[in-house]
């Protein structure tokens, strides 16, 4: 059983950065990791999954360019760095685990077993 526990989001301004991270209670270095959001009135939407061991990263075309997704296994523990961050953004964001497929990834939410509770990210324009 793994637990996730994602960190605080916060309030930016547009054009801002920030950091995400996602600790989990167990290892998690034969999992792959991804990030979800969910914006009000919208669907769940995949940003951004990277294998188990970090060889491999995929991305939406939405953010593509903007995040990076990173881990350190070490410490259990997944990142998902944004910046050039707009109002589009504005969204609950997830994080999710699953077991890994080796380097193949999945945007799929199906896929992921363990999710964590997810954390407020505001955009303020």
């Known amino acids: 059983q793994v637990q996730l526990v994602e960190s605080r989001g916060g309030l930016v301004q547009a054009g801002g950065s920030l950091r995400l991270s996602c600790a989990a209670s167990?290892?998690?270095?034969?999992?792959?990791v991804a990030w979800f959001r969910q914006a009000p009135g919208k669907e769940r939407e995949f940003v951004a999954a990277?294998?188990?061991?970090?060889?491999?990263?995929m991305y939406a075309d939405s953010v593509k360019g903007r995040f990076t997704i990173s881990r350190d296994n070490a410490k259990s523990t997944v990142y998902l760095q944004m910046s050039s961050l707009s109002a589009e953004d504005t969204a609950v964001y997830s994080c999710?685990?699953?077991?890994?497929?080796?380097?193949?990834?999945?945007?799929?939410?199906?896929?992921?077993?363990?999710w964590g509770q997810g954390t407020q990210v505001t955009v303020s324009s």
């Open positions: 990277i294998s188990y061991n970090g060889g491999s990263t």
């Open positions: 167990g290892d998690i270095s034969k999992h792959e």
């Open positions: 999710a685990a699953g077991f890994s497929l080796g380097q193949v990834l999945t945007s799929a939410a199906a896929e992921y077993l363990y």
